[in-house]
């Protein structure tokens, strides 16, 4: 799904990716950055400006293949977490996409992009946050039973308890804030604030659970070996992914106070 450009995330509207019309099809030029499984994917959804003057109707979807004569993928970007998943540059130069790849109505594809991609999007690819929540917590109330410090196990230390049971608090919360976001979907009601409120709770709280899970283990949570070092890493991304934490708070606010 390749919507961001080096020069537009947050203001995905003012994408600069063209899609020009041409007999048959359209011709894409422009890069996308960022783009998850841009290395190993063999399908992309392409957003491009199809109208110059109009800047959120002037964007439409297209379906770009591997191989397409024109699109090239950039090398592998380095990351702080996520490892394991690929990221990188698409490249379009003057390349054809046949007219039948275009993907919805022609000027709707930001529409569909902010009701329908980023609505999903923002529901489901959180869940993974709350999965990392629940497996901290698993890991880090096993280690406090067994890590032994003035003669007993950490465990019985209440600052110890107190970061277990916010984990706890925070686990639960963010199940059922996923379980009520993906049951709006399901019911294909518009979420996009209930969404926005669902993924800036357990970004905070997994961000936090993964600080606290490090903490818990002292300095073996500092080590590699331990591989808790990498929930710090990898539950970074959920505040920028999908839309950064400051949009999600101004989706909310906005919500609101109906501006
Ligand atoms: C690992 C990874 C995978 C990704 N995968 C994809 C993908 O598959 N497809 C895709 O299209 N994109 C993808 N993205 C891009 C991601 O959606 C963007 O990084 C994100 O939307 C933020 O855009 P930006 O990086 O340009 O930051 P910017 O928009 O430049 O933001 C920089 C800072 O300014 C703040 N800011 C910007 N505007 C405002 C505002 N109005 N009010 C307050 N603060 C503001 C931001 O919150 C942020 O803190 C991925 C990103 C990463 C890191």
Known sequence: FALTEPNSGSDAASL????????????????????????????????????????????SAFIVEKGFEGFSVGKELDKLGNRTSTTSELIFEDC??????????????????????????????????????????????????????????????????HKLADMKVAYEAGRQLIYRVASMLDQDEENLLDAAVAKEYITRTCIKSADETVQIHGGYGYMREYLVERGIRDSKLASIGGGTSEIQLSIIARALMDI
């Open 16 to 59: 600069r990716t063209t899609a020009t019309k041409v007999e048959g099809g359209w011709v894409l030029n422009g890069t996308k950055m960022f783009i998850t499984n841009g290395p190993i994917g063999s399908v992309f959804v392409v957003i491009a400006r199809t109208d110059k003057e109009k800047k959120a109707f002037g964007i």
């Open 96 to 161: 054809f996409v046949p007219e039948e790849n275009l993907l919805g109505p022609e000027n709707m594809g930001f529409v569909i992009v902010a009701k329908l991609v980023l609505g999903w999007e923002r529901s489901c690819l959180i869940a993974p946050a709350v999965g990392g929540i629940g497996a901290g917590m698993e890991v880090a109330a096993k280690y406090a039973q067994q890590r032994r410090q003035f003669k007993r196990p950490i465990a019985e230390f209440q600052a110890i308890q």
